[in-house]
Every structure is written in C-alpha cells, then in structure tokens.
C-alpha cells in the first residue's frame, strides 16, 4: 500500500507521504510498545500470591529452561517487535535514493537503530547495516536520476 502511495503523490505532495510514513512508523512504535507493556503486565498479574507458579508453569519452565516471562514475551510481544522490524525495513526501503525525502529516510535508519538497542536486536543490526550498504550502493549506482541524492552535498 505504501508504494502505490508513493507513486501517487511522489510528484505531486511529498509532504503526504512523508505525514503518512511518520505516522505509519508512530503507530508501529506504539503499539510495539503497548504490547511490551502488556506482556510485563501479564506476568505482574498472578491469581494467588501464596502459589506463584502454576503446576504447568513448573513443568514448562522445567522442560524448556524459560521462565513465564519469557514466554509471555514469546506470545504476546514478539509479533509486534517483528511488524516494527518490517516497518522499518520496509520504509527504508521505500525512501531510498530520493532527495525530497533524504531526512526522513534519516530519521527512521536513527529509529531503526534505536530499537535494535532496546530489543537488543543483534540479528537485525546487522541486516540494517547490510540493507543501508546496499542503499549506499544504489545511490552511487543511480546518481543519473532527477530525485537522487548528492553525497556531496552537506
């Protein structure tokens, strides 16, 4: 939908689309987030305080070595942390290569990079640095175009 978009009012208002990116990447963060949250609050939430943990949480926590949290982060957090990756991942992807759009791009490479701290992402670090190489790359390779961004330009 975000690259149909893009074609549509590329020429036309770049000022949309960089609203709707901004506001596509706020709503991820935020519902990540909220799901963070959510999975902290689930574990916070035990029924009886003399018996913490359930006869099937002793058993799972005995087979597998997690303890609830962790499951609980598996369940409820981790589609949400996926989704944010592919949204940054995707954004950039989208915004590569364009002059109109180059502080945007920046801001959400800075994002992306932010959330590899927090999640403590090592995996995804080093895609995001593979992926922006391969930018870097395009840019050289496709300096010739209308839109393209100037690397010597400050």
């Known amino acids: 939908g975000l690259y149909q978009y893009k074609n549509i009012c590329q020429q036309v208002n770049i000022n949309s689309l960089v609203d709707v990116v901004r506001k596509y990447i706020a709503m991820a963060e935020d519902r990540t987030e909220a799901a963070r949250q959510e999975s902290h609050q689930t574990v ?10 359930s006869p099937e ?11 609830t949290q962790d499951r609980t982060d598996r369940a409820i957090l981790t589609p949400w942390v996926k989704f944010l990756w592919e949204s940054y991942r995707q954004c950039l992807d989208l915004l590569r290569n ?41 840019i050289h390779k496709h300096q010739h175009q209308q839109t393209s961004i100037n690397l010597n330009n400050p």
Do not use: M, W
């Open 44 to 53: 916070l939430d035990i029924d009886d305080l003399d018996l913490p943990d």
């Open 57 to 67: 949480s002793l058993l799972l926590k005995a087979v597998s070595g997690e303890d």
């Open 98 to 138: 364009n002059s109109r759009v180059e502080r945007l791009y920046q801001d959400i490479a800075q994002q992306a990079f932010k959330f590899c701290l927090k999640y403590s992402r090592k995996t995804e670090f080093r895609k995001l640095c593979d992926n922006l190489r391969t930018h870097l790359g395009h």
